[in-house]
Nanobody, 117 residues
Framework: QVQFVESGGGLVQVGGSLRLSCTAS????????PGWYRQAPGKERELVAT???????NYAESVKGRFTISRDNAENAVYLQMNNLKPEDTAVYYC???????????WGQGTQVTVFS
């Protein structure tokens, strides 16, 4: 059974930092492009960052310079280091993994990030 499970969300003050983790199981992780999306209340789900099997990175403009995505294939994990958080970063953050050979995609259950001033 394929699973992507997030952890690390929570409450943080403006300007603070959080690190999200996502661990996959039931997959050959090195063949996946994992990443993060987020969905704020009343808004559509949007891309935050992805990292492909060759470690090529893709970021939303709104998080460039503040967020860093990384992966550890030995741990079947992808991480999102979020620094200098802003209220507009408040959202449910979803981990996902896309198998590069078939584009089949799996999603985690989401983890809430709330940035308060």
């Amino acid at each position: 059974q394929v699973q992507f499970v997030e952890s690390g969300g929570g409450l943080v003050q403006v300007g603070g930092s959080l690190r999200l983790s996502c661990t996959a199981s039931g997959v050959v992780f090195k063949l996946y492009t994992p990443g993060w999306y987020r969905q704020a209340p009343g808004k559509e789900r949007e891309l935050v960052a992805t990292i492909d099997p060759w470690n090529r990175l893709n970021y939303a403009e709104s998080v460039k310079g503040r967020f860093t995505i990384s992966r550890d294939n030995a741990e079947n994990a992808v991480y999102l280091q979020m620094n200098n958080l802003k209220p507009e970063d408040t959202a449910v953050y979803y981990c996902y993994g896309r198998l590069t050979t078939t584009d089949r995609t799996y999603w985690g259950q989401g983890t809430q990030v709330t940035v308060f001033s």
